[in-house]
C-alpha cells in the first residue's frame, strides 16, 4: 500500500500589483490568487488595529490604499501600506484564507 502525503498549498511567491493596489500571490500549486490592499488593511490583526477595533476607532473603508512595501519574514509577509500603518504580519497561511483558499 502507498500512502501519499497531502501537502496543503502555501505562498510560494508573491509582488504587489502594479497599481500597488492589490497583493499577487502565487501558491505552491501554482494558482494566481490576488489580495486587494484595502481587504488586507482591514483585515490587519496587529495590537494597534486590534485595540482601534475594541475601541470603535477602525475604520470601515481604506479607499485608494496602496501597498508601499512587503517584507518577507519567511512564516508571513509584512506588509507596509500609504496611510502610514506598517505593523500588521500576515501569515501565509492567513493570506491565502483572505484570497478565498
Known amino acids: 500500500m ?3 502525503a497531502l501537502v496543503a498549498p502555501t505562498v510560494a511567491d508573491y509582488e504587489a500589483s ?17 489580495v486587494s490592499a484595502e481587504t488586507l488593511r ?8 486590534t485595540r482601534a477595533r475594541f475601541d470603535g476607532r477602525f475604520p470601515e473603508t481604506f479607499p485608494g490604499i496602496a501597498i508601499t512595501e512587503i ?21 501565509k497561511t492567513y493570506l491565502l484564507s483572505l484570497a478565498g483558499r
Request: proline letters at 2%.
Open 18 to 34: 502594479a497599481d500597488l493596489a492589490a497583493l499577487l500571490v502565487r501558491t505552491t500549486q501554482d494558482d494566481a490568487l490576488r
Open 42 to 49: 482591514l483585515s490587519c490583526k496587529c495590537a494597534h488595529c
Open 71 to 91: 517584507g518577507d519574514l519567511g512564516y508571513g509577509l509584512n506588509i507596509s501600506f500609504s496611510d502610514g500603518h506598517d505593523r500588521g504580519i500576515y501569515p
Open 2 to 4: 502507498t500512502m501519499t
